[in-house]
Antibody, heavy 118, light 106 residues
Framework: QVQLQESGPGLVKPSETLSLTCTVSGGSISSYYWSWIRQPAGKGLELIGRIYSSGSTDYNPSLKSRVTMSIDTSKNQFSLNLTSVTAADTAVYYC????????????WGQGTMVSVSS | SYELTQPPSVAVSPGQTASITCSGDKLADKYACWYQQKPGQSPVLIIYQDNKRPSGIPERFSGSNSGNTATLTISGTQAMDEADYYCQAWDTSTVVFGGGTRVTVL
């Protein structure tokens, strides 16, 4: 049973870079698509982007200029960098596994709260 | 950009049927899926590819997708089904989520 665990700072200063890592356990990171999704408090879900095990990426157009995702198959991890953060980036950040390229998210991490504040 | 519209809330009595709609232009041309999210928890996939249930999801959850509307149906609703429900579909290479529906079991 694949499990996902997010890790990273819970507090980031405005204008700095938010960096998170998702560790995949119980299965291989290879041959799947992996995503980052966020949810501001009391609001809905927003896809940040997806990455394939080969390293190819697709980003939400509204965040594309600030997002970089990467993958390390040797460590079974993938990562998110979001630059120039503002208070609007405060949210719970989830990593998730896709069943297929354009399918559903069948495994989710527990989520990590990231606050942007000085 | 593509949008999915859900009613903000649905109320249902225990044992009755709850129907949650998700509307989008020609949604039936895409696969719709549904997630359940309880307070403080991560979303859980309950329906994928319009009407398929992942292992472990009770049979009382079912889905359909026709025309511009996908529907999640909860038959014999239980108190434990009180949660937020989100629909999701893909538009080109990006995911679109509905705004979510709060299901209250009265």
């Amino acid at each position: 049973q694949v499990q996902l665990q997010e890790s990273g700072p819970g507090l980031v200063k405005p204008s700095e870079t938010l960096s998170l890592t998702c560790t995949v356990s119980g299965g291989s990171i290879s041959s799947y698509y992996w995503s980052w999704i966020r949810q501001p408090a009391g609001k809905g879900l927003e896809l940040i982007g997806r990455i394939y095990s080969s390293g190819s990426t697709d980003y939400n157009p509204s965040l594309k200029s600030r997002v970089t995702m990467s993958i390390d198959t040797s460590k079974n991890q993938f990562s998110l960098n979001l630059t120039s953060v503002t208070a609007a980036d405060t949210a719970v950040y989830y990593c998730a596994k896709l069943r297929g390229a354009v399918d559903a998210f069948d495994v989710w991490g527990q989520g990590t709260m990231v606050s942007v504040s000085s | 950009s593509y949008e999915l519209t859900q009613p903000p809330s649905v109320a249902v009595s225990p044992g009755q049927t709850a129907s949650i709609t998700c509307s989008g232009d020609k949604l039936a041309d895409k696969y719709a899926c549904w997630y359940q999210q309880k307070p403080g928890q991560s979303p859980v996939l309950i329906i994928y590819q319009d009407n398929k249930r992942p292992s472990g999801i009770p049979e009382r959850f079912s889905g359909s997708n026709s025309g511009n509307t996908a529907t999640l149906t909860i038959s014999g609703t239980q108190a434990m089904d009180e949660a937020d429900y989100y629909c999701q579909a893909w538009d080109t290479s990006t995911v679109v989520f509905g705004g979510g529906t709060r299901v209250t079991v009265l």
